[in-house]
């Protein structure tokens, strides 16, 4: 049975389940290196963080710390970026973990809100590249691919095409001569990505074409021709993440994507000893890393409906199907040719383009995914957009290696359905026929004869719009800021917190029957503004326990 998420105190006993959820999200449009001579990466990182925090409606002081991924830059590129934001002395760690830098780093600030200790963290990542592939750049110390390369060499050779392509080429021949699978499995793929990419004007490349020009383009190792590869890329990618009480707090319900797991996973023993080339490539890290997350999660990958994975070569994107468990091995063929890899089919993967059109600024890769994954569970997607998507899966490698795996959801679902969502809805011109209509009368008579003072611990202006069953709202503004205080119905004063609550649910919050924290975090109760005044309303129920007695024995 899935587990249950709750949220309870530690004095109790219980382990302290804190969700995470990506409340905003942004990027630049993905662009070939040095298009703009006079744009360099903390530009791109800068556009990307303003539109998170716009989608996020999160503002920038709110952030408590800062995770950055890149791969190419000195150390504390990461603070150059956010200073172009702001400067507000929070801390910031900078991430470099090959291609997979970017959901590393998006891993990293996921931990740092488990933990705890902080309610809302900005991750982010850029990349400004140089033309042409990927090439080592120290050359006066051990390569980190070093074993991978010798590996590769005792089993194929190496020759003078660039060392990744060697590397999935290799991996899409093993693959052939185990399944049998054919060029065309590898062309189809980059044709369909291509055509996803038509529709993403933050793609690099938004041409579509036939098979058979995939297929002509101009080779680059084995069955690999060059429309089956990623380019290198300008451009960056943020989110922003942060705990359930955040969320609720500020309103972010409705948009709020939780990452409901996430898996990082390195190279294993089977990576060199087994002499494999799709494990060379990270066949075996990705598929433990897939199997921990749907074993953790209580999914399973027919569940998913939509797919961002690292689509760096064709031949990644295939077997990668495999080690992901979207087909059985073997079998990515079979999945390609029915279709089951795009719109209509059983899975749509990589709506965005995937690297091979959309881009790949290393980075800011799995910042991508993630925002296209969350665009998708919104209904935000435009004509890329999913029928039914509900689960989105994730996947970003880096040679090296690592791998993050990561499963998301509408973290609110009830919200997009409009639960007690009260912008839309038309406030009744009279209390007439609302439950809690007698009890703001009787509140108010027990405000004009308090004589123990008690208005003094609650001192503001509360809005409360209140939702009955059949969808009418009504409004209703107590002011409790200066002498006794006074209730109005349909009041025009600016409240400093509005609280939103079904009429049901507030009759019992005035009376002291529902504690108004245990409300908040049940769902109950939705809060806007200053949510310290709202708890104080928590506090007046204990000091006033006596007279929330007497106004229950009235009712």
């Known amino acids: 049975m899935p587990v249950k998420r709750v949220i309870v105190s530690l004095t109790f006993g219980f382990k302290m389940v804190i969700r995470v959820f990506v409340v905003g999200v942004g990027m630049t449009k993905f662009e070939k290196p040095g298009r703009r001579e006079d744009v360099d990466y903390p530009d791109y990182a800068k556009e990307a963080i303003l539109k998170a925090l716009e989608d996020s409606k999160v503002k920038f002081t709110d952030i408590k710390q800062a995770c950055v991924g890149y791969v190419y830059g000195d150390s504390t590129c990461g603070q150059r970026c956010l200073y172009e934001v702001g400067m507000t002395g929070i801390p910031v760690y900078n991430v470099n973990n090959n291609c997979s830098t970017g959901s590393s780093a998006l891993m990293l600030a996921k931990q740092l809100i488990e933990n705890g200790q902080n309610d809302c963290i900005l991750a982010f990542g850029f990349e400004k590249m140089e033309r042409g592939s990927l090439s080592p750049k120290f050359m006066d110390r051990t390569n980190p691919m070093e074993k ?11 020759d003078h095409t660039p060392m990744t392509a060697q590397m999935f080429g290799n991996a899409a021949k093993e693959h052939m001569e185990r399944y049998g699978t054919r060029p065309d499995h590898l062309a189809k793929i980059a044709y369909k990505n291509h055509k996803h990419s038509i529709n993403n004007p933050n793609s690099q490349f938004r041409t579509e074409y036939t098979l058979e020009e995939i297929k002509k383009s101009p080779v680059v190792f084995g069955p690999l021709t060059k429309l089956q590869c990623c380019p290198t890329s300008d451009g960056a990618a943020a989110a922003i993440v942060a705990s359930e009480q955040f969320v609720r707090m500020h309103g972010l319900e409705k948009q709020a994507v939780e990452i409901v797991g996430m898996e990082m996973a390195t190279d294993l ?3 060199f000893k087994d002499k494999s080339a799709m494990k060379l490539v990270g066949y075996d890290m990705t598929k433990l890393a897939a199997d921990r997350l749907f074993s953790k999660t209580h999914y399973k990958p027919s569940d998913v409906q939509v797919v961002e994975l690292h689509d760096c070569f064709s031949a990644n994107e295939l077997i990668t199907y495999e080690a992901l468990g979207l087909c059985a091995p073997g079998k990515a063929g079979e ?16 709506p965005s383009g995937g690297l091979i059109s959309k881009g790949h600024p290393l980075g800011a890769t799995g910042f991508a995914q993630c925002a296209e994954l969350c665009w ?22 880096g040679l090296g290696g690592a791998v993050v795996v990561a499963l998301y959801r509408l973290g609110f679902p009830e919200y997009s359905k409009n639960s007690i969502n009260v912008r839309a809805a038309k406030i009744c011109a009279t209390d007439e026929g ?3 209509t007698p009890y703001m009368k009787i509140l108010y008579e027990q405000m004009e004869g308090d004589t123990e003072n008690l208005i003094e611990k609650v001192r503001g202006v509360y809005g409360f719009k209140v939702k009955k069953s059949n969808g009418d709202e009504g409004y209703w503004v107590i002011n409790a800021k200066s002498g006794k205080g006074t209730i109005e119905y349909n009041g025009k004063l600016k409240p400093d917190v509005t609280i939103i609550v079904n009429d049901d649910d507030i009759i019992q919050l005035i009376s002291g029957a529902l504690n108004p924290q245990k409300a908040f ?9 200053n949510m310290g005044l709202a708890l104080k309303l928590a506090d007046l129920q204990r000091v006033a326990s006596k007279r929330i007695e007497e106004l229950r024995a009235k009712l």
Request: charged share 15%.
């Open 335 to 350: 999945l390609i040719d029915t279709g089951n890899n795009t719109y209509g089919g059983k899975y749509v993967i990589n």
């Open 376 to 397: 998708q569970l919104r209904g935000q997607a435009d004509q890329r957009q999913v029928p039914g998507a509900r689960l989105a899966l994730q996947h970003n490698i």
């Open 434 to 436: 609302f439950k809690v």
């Open 521 to 529: 975090f049940q769902g109950k109760i939705k809060i806007q503004g």
């Open 148 to 158: 991978h390369v010798e590996i590769m060499a005792e089993m194929s050779g190496i």
């Open 269 to 271: 023993p089977s990576t």
